[in-house]
């Protein structure tokens, strides 16, 4: 069991470019989400997906997007990057849905937009 | 919207000593969770507690306790006997029980030293 893996570590883009963070779950997870933490504001819900081809929006969306085409996957892409999204990444997911479930998170994505 | 609030944003506690990390919550909501994460210097997240808001017992994990005072809106974390390990970013979180894969709400955290 690897648990929750994301990749890359740490990643430099200029501002326009894109990328897809990668994230990936070996448990049979139904709950996948991405969170962003920046210094002094904790972590902030950016999508979830309570399963295969479902996903929402949370807290702040704005400038990515998910999809979820299995159970195991689930990236973010940002699809024309800015400095405002210079963040570390987390992703997490548990079994179910359900308020009182443990999440689980992957390392992080250290991300900086120039 | 429910707000979580950590007032310290630093705490210090010298090994073998007992240390409380204070949290507070607003919300309307009476069905909810509350949790303790762990961020060490890996920047893992560690679960560390966890408390059902209908549940009037304080959860307890080993050296870990949480004083919980739902009128007061208030969930502080005792750390008993505390280990150099113990160094970290402690973030309190809240969890919604109604409709749907609602949302973790993180505080902005206390960061803990501990010393010799």
């Known amino acids: 069991n690897a648990g929750v893996t994301q990749t890359p570590k740490f990643q430099v883009l200029k501002t326009g470019q894109s990328m897809t963070l990668q994230c990936a779950q070996d448990?049979?997870?139904?709950?996948m989400s991405w969170y962003r933490q920046d210094p002094g504001m904790g972590l902030r819900l950016i999508h979830y997906?309570?399963?295969?081809?479902?996903?929402d929006q949370g807290e702040v969306p704005n400038g990515y997007n998910v999809s979820r085409s299995t159970t195991e996957d689930f990236p973010l892409r940002l699809l024309s990057a800015a400095p405002s999204q210079t963040s570390v990444y987390f992703c997490?997911?548990?079994?179910?849905?359900?308020?009182?479930?443990?999440?689980?998170f992957g390392s992080g994505t250290q991300l900086s937009v120039l | 919207a429910q707000t979580v609030t950590q007032s310290q944003p630093e705490m210090s506690v010298q090994e073998a000593e007992t240390v409380t990390l204070s949290c507070t919550y607003d919300?309307?909501?009476?069905?909810?969770?509350l949790f303790w994460y762990k961020q060490p210097p890996s920047r893992q997240m560690i679960l560390v507690i966890r408390?059902?808001?209908?549940?009037?017992q304080n959860a307890t994990e080993n050296r870990f306790s949480v004083n919980f005072q739902k009128a007061a809106k208030s969930f502080s974390l005792k750390i008993s006997d505390s280990q150099l390990g113990d160094a970290a970013m402690y973030f309190c979180?809240?969890?919604?029980?109604?409709?749907?894969?609602?949302?973790?709400?993180f505080g902005t955290g206390t960061r803990l030293q501990v010393t010799l």
């Open positions: 979180a809240y969890r919604s029980g109604q409709g749907t894969a609602s949302k973790l709400t």
């Open positions: 408390q059902e808001a209908y549940k009037q």
């Open positions: 919300t309307s909501e009476s069905d909810y969770y």
């Open positions: 997490a997911s548990s079994y179910r849905w359900t308020a009182n479930e443990k999440l689980f």
């Open positions: 997906s309570v399963g295969a081809g479902i996903t």
């Open positions: 448990m049979n997870h139904e709950y």
